[in-house]
């Protein structure tokens, strides 16, 4: 038989058979989209915070007191040694590294903030006026923190936008005075709505000079030091050197972690990615779901159409043409249903698009090519077993309409 | 040239051994014109499909056009079927959503004959039995007498040496049974052999030579006008 015939009898008989063609085209489509969509918004999410994170700089890198590797014993667990802690020093100091554009140093603390009658407690923020640049962020109203040296006390604090309306409501809240933990702080800035920042609700702190938040937490110690590379190839370098300029410091300890944003994009990828697989797998079952269905349409099909396979085998078809016509019948539905899968998931790809812009939400390629693939290996593999059935009916039985 | 020589088919059925053939040895020469008669159950059906391939006998043999049969793969035997035997049955067997020509064709579809030539074939065919403007009907739009033309063109499209017709007119009223018989005899003047099964006395005596069965045995094969075959 020719394979032009072939299909052409198949589609004649799919085209006959119009409600049970759409049922398992339909079936079939659905897993496709499914495959489609779940695996879009996986890679969507992964591809959001992707984008978040190189929209902060991938010139950024991140110096945290410890050490987080664990390999052989330290010297300094036996002599009962905790890390010694980072200090605005130790900040100073990397400066002196001439790829370094930036630093800003870190302290996190939560205190209450009041004005007047309102008070709330309030993640708080040390830094110096490098963070503003190096965070990406931008002003509402006011300004930053004025740029001068790290241990520079100055009671000026800049709040985040809901803070801002919590506290003030509809009075100016620049100029204003806030009372944080003890002491008063005069408000020269509302940081905007607009600014984003991975791990930090922006709406909801309040930054103060680094001296200051030392002096509200009554600590010494850096929670980070973030640092601006002048460019990406520089990276390695100003790590190296940031260790060894730690190290002198500290006794010849190498006791920080050094944290470049590729690393911890580099986590991130590998999280959403295995996200993106588990919403592949979950979805892959209502694919198989729809190759049951199809054998099930099928087992029908070939029950319904006894007599012809009997007339077939009379009219000198051999079994394996008779396997070939159902299968490429059960082949052509779910190549039929995975393209309308298809149509139907990036359909809904681009109404996700239109309802969440900030989501790029797009199929990964394997994804697609995978589903597609599971479809039309499924009608294979279900397909198969009606068809073979088929080809094995004994044609005397099988004119005689008897089963 | 189809020669039996005794034939046995039998079926299981629970515990019951049916013998639907018994010994059976016929030899029918090419070109003759053969009805086969008997009761319900006599066997001349499973006879039919023994002939036409469809059904191995348990025992015996069967030669057709000087070949042994029974030692052949099914494969190999849809292949001689395919090239040597057309067959004609009582419910048509057209297949519902193919239109008439496309029935026709079937077969050398099935052969992986060249579009062009199944084109030309059909359209000879069909023309021969009167159903050229039939061609783009579908079964559900024929008349009975016509829906068997349509299975004779189809049986014939192919160009067998061997024509079997079971009960081809016992769906069919008088008038379109006569249309069919006198189509089918047509064929089997032009050369091709023609065994027609039926329990209609009427049918059978147009042929040449009557076999009579019962029980699975042959009881009497007559020429016509008596003499033994």
């Known amino acids: ?39 879009s918004l996986g890679e969507g999410a992964r591809r959001y915070v992707t984008g978040e994170f190189q929209a902060l700089g991938t010139d950024l890198l991140i110096v945290l007191p410890g050490r987080s590797e664990t390999t052989g ?43 007047g009658e309102l008070s709330r407690e309030v993640p708080v923020v040390g830094t110096n006026a490098e963070f503003l640049v190096v965070r990406n962020l931008s002003m509402g109203q006011g300004h930053f923190l004025p740029p001068g040296e790290l241990d520079r006390d100055m009671a000026v604090c800049v709040i985040g936008s809901k803070v801002r309306s919590e506290l003030f409501a509809h009075r100016p809240a620049v100029g204003a005075s806030v009372r944080i933990g003890d002491r008063r702080f005069r408000v020269i800035g509302v940081l905007s709505d607009s600014g984003r920042a991975v791990g930090f609700d922006l709406q909801e702190l309040v930054i103060i000079p680094v001296s200051s938040a030392q002096q509200l937490f009554n600590t010494e110690s850096l929670f980070r030091i973030l640092i601006q590379a002048r460019d990406a190839e520089a990276m390695p370098r100003v790590r190296e050197s940031v260790r060894a300029i730690i190290a002198e410091r500290h006794q010849g300890e190498e006791d920080v972690t050094v944290i470049t944003q590729d690393a911890v994009l580099a986590t991130f990828n590998r999280i959403f990615t295995a996200l993106t697989l588990t919403l592949a797998g979950i979805a892959s079952i209502s694919l198989a779901v729809a190759g049951i269905l199809i054998m099930n349409v099928m087992l029908v099909a070939v029950t319904q159409r006894t007599a012809e396979v009997g007339l077939l085998k009379a009219l000198g078809a051999r079994g394996s043409q008779i396997t070939a016509l159902f299968l490429a019948e059960a082949v052509l539905l779910s190549a039929a249903g995975a393209l309308a899968g298809l149509l139907f998931g990036y359909a809904a790809n681009w109404v996700i ?26 009608g294979v593999v279900f397909g198969l077993m009606p068809a073979r059935r088929a080809a094995r009916l004994d044609p005397v039985v099988a004119l005689a309409g008897r089963r | ?47 039919l499909n023994v002939i036409g391939l469809l059904d191995r006998p348990t025992a015996g043999q069967y030669v057709l056009d000087g070949r042994e049969t029974t030692s052949l793969n099914d494969d190999e035997l849809a292949h001689v079927r395919a090239r040597k035997i057309g067959f004609i049955f009582q419910s048509f067997h057209l297949v519902p959503r193919l239109t008439a020509f496309e029935n026709v064709e079937l077969p050398m579809v099935l052969a992986a004959i060249a579009p062009a030539e199944r084109r030309e074939r059909t359209q000879a065919v069909l023309a021969s039995l009167n159903l050229t403007d039939r ?81 699975g045995r042959v009881v009497t094969d007559e020429r016509a006008g008596g003499a033994p075959a």
């Open chain 1, 1 to 39: 038989m020719r394979v032009g015939d072939l299909l052409h009898l198949a589609t004649e008989s799919l085209v006959r058979a119009r409600l049970r063609s759409v049922m398992m085209l339909i079936a079939t489509a659905i897993g496709v989209a499914a495959v489609v969509v779940l695996t």
């Open chain 2, 1 to 47: 040239m189809i020669e039996l020589r005794g034939v046995s088919r039998h079926f299981q059925v629970g515990d019951q051994l049916v013998r639907a053939l018994d010994e059976v040895a016929i030899t029918i020469e090419g070109g003759e014109y053969v009805s086969i008669m008997g009761p319900s159950g006599s066997g001349k059906s499973t006879l």
């Open chain 1, 73 to 115: 014993v330290q010297p300094g667990l036996f002599a009962g040694e905790t890390p010694r802690d980072l200090t605005l020093g130790d900040a100073q100091a990397l400066l002196r590294i001439p790829a370094v554009e930036r630093i800003a140093p870190l302290v996190v603390g939560s205190a209450p903030v009041s004005a």
């Open chain 1, 353 to 378: 698009g239109r309802v969440y812009p900030a989501l790029p939400v797009g199929a990964p390629l394997w994804a697609v090519v995978l589903a597609v693939v599971i479809a039309v290996a499924s």
């Open chain 2, 135 to 215: 061609g783009h009907h579908r079964p559900d739009q024929l008349s009975g007498g016509q829906r068997q033309r349509v299975a004779i063109a189809r049986a014939m499209v192919m160009q067998p040496t061997v024509l079997l017709a079971d009960e081809p007119t016992g769906n069919l009223d008088h008038v379109s049974g006569a249309e069919v018989l006198a189509a089918l005899e047509a064929l089997n003047v032009r050369g091709i052999t023609l065994l027609v099964v039926t329990h209609d006395e009427e049918v059978a005596a147009r042929s040449r030579r009557h076999i009579r069965m019962r029980d």
